[in-house]
């Protein structure tokens, strides 16, 4: 089944505890991205990728990192975590830049 | 920055009517793009419109485009309660080929 799946999907952590949000996808797809989502503020994207080793911030980079070794997966890391980073994360993969995009089932993270 | 405004924020009409939602954006694009999401669930594209493209029809969805103002809207004919959900305009502006940036969402309910 053509999927793109996150762990983990819950997760509570403190301030400043390092974190890593995987995200893989079995579609082949060269494209890869990751949102936050907020109420009232929508989706916003945080960092993209357009290929390995290709990647490239978003509107709202800071505090985090990425990284894109292989073409099915696409990390999302989070160094020293801070409360406001508490939200709700996907990852995305599409096949060409701009078109229909597959979302992830979210990770909803809480920093205290 | 925000590119697309979904209008209104929150709909609820009964099962068997017609739902429209209308999204404005600022800036010229390749292309706007609807997706839906369930509560607290990944999204799921529905339908991709170009920019040369004025109407588009998927199932009990229309999707229409005019550019020169700038606005798209989605209807949804013959409403279910399985649509009830959250509906959000994406648009592709080009730059850098994965610029997808999203609305705010108009929240669908569908009354019994």
């Known amino acids: 089944e053509a999927q793109v799946t996150q762990n983990p999907r819950y997760l509570i952590t403190v301030t400043g505890k390092k974190l890593t949000v995987t995200c893989s996808q079995n579609m082949n797809h060269e494209y890869m991205s990751w949102y936050r989502q907020d109420p009232g503020l929508g989706l916003r994207q945080i960092y993209y990728s357009m290929n390995v080793e290709v990647t490239d911030k978003g509107d709202v980079p800071e505090g985090y990192k990425v990284s894109r070794k292989e073409k099915r997966n696409f990390p999302l890391i989070l160094e020293s975590p801070s409360p406001n980073q508490t939200s709700l994360y996907f990852c995305?993969?599409?096949?060409?830049?701009?078109?229909?995009?597959?979302f992830g089932p979210g990770t909803r993270l809480t920093v205290l | 920055s925000q590119q697309g405004e979904e209008d209104p924020q929150a709909l609820s009409i009964q099962e068997g009517e017609n739902a429209t939602m209308n999204c404005s954006y600022k800036?010229?694009?390749?292309?706007l793009q609807w997706y839906r999401q369930n509560s607290g669930r990944g999204l799921v594209h529905l339908i991709l419109i170009r920019s040369n493209e004025r109407e588009k029809h998927s199932g009990r969805l229309r999707v229409t485009l005019d550019t020169s103002k700038k606005s798209s809207s989605l209807l949804i004919t013959a409403s279910r309660a399985a649509d009830t959900a959250s509906y959000f305009c994406?648009?592709?502006?080009?730059?850098?080929?994965?610029?997808?940036?999203f609305g705010q969402g108009t929240r669908l309910t569908i009354n019994p």
């Open positions: 994406a648009t592709d502006a080009g730059q850098g080929a994965q610029k997808l940036v």
């Open positions: 800036t010229s694009i390749n292309n």
């Open positions: 995305a993969s599409n096949n060409r830049g701009g078109g229909e995009q597959f």
